[in-house]
């Protein structure tokens, strides 16, 4: 079991940039891989970004490739997502999520955070 808090998110202004962080607890380290989904008011959960359990691999959605970058700190347990120039299509409530694989799919992460809400303004 693992648990997932997220933390970071708020109101920010188009431009801007923001840090997510998701700690996790309970079996950590390097036992799973890790994902960013984020859902906005009446859309689909998508994916944002996925890291490996090493943190040697990631993979972004294409759309947010050089503008969000996800990256761990296994000693601290914490898994971070950086997002630079926002835009108000960024704004959703992002999730983490802990899993066996390394995967864009939501269905391949068994643990799920209850979410951190980012709000850009257009």
């Known amino acids: 079991q693992v648990q997932l808090v997220e933390s970071g998110g708020g109101l920010a202004q188009a431009g801007d940039s923001l840090i997510l962080s998701c700690a996790a607890s309970?079996?950590?380290?390097?036992?799973?891989?890790m994902g960013w989904f984020r859902q906005a008011p009446g859309k689909e959960r998508e994916f944002v970004a996925t890291?490996?359990?090493?943190?040697?691999?990631?993979y972004n959605k294409n759309s947010t490739k050089g503008r969000i970058t996800i990256s761990r700190d296994n000693a601290q347990n914490t898994v971070y997502l950086r997002m630079n120039t926002l835009k108000p299509e960024d704004t959703a409530v992002y999730y983490c999520?802990?899993?066996?694989?390394?995967?864009?799919?939501?269905?391949?992460?068994?643990?799920w955070g209850q979410g951190t809400q980012v709000t850009v303004p257009s």
């Open positions: 890291i490996s359990r090493s943190g040697m691999s990631t």
């Open positions: 999520a802990a899993g066996g694989h390394y995967s864009t799919s939501w269905r391949d992460y068994d643990y």
């Open positions: 309970g079996r950590t380290g390097n036992t799973y891989a």
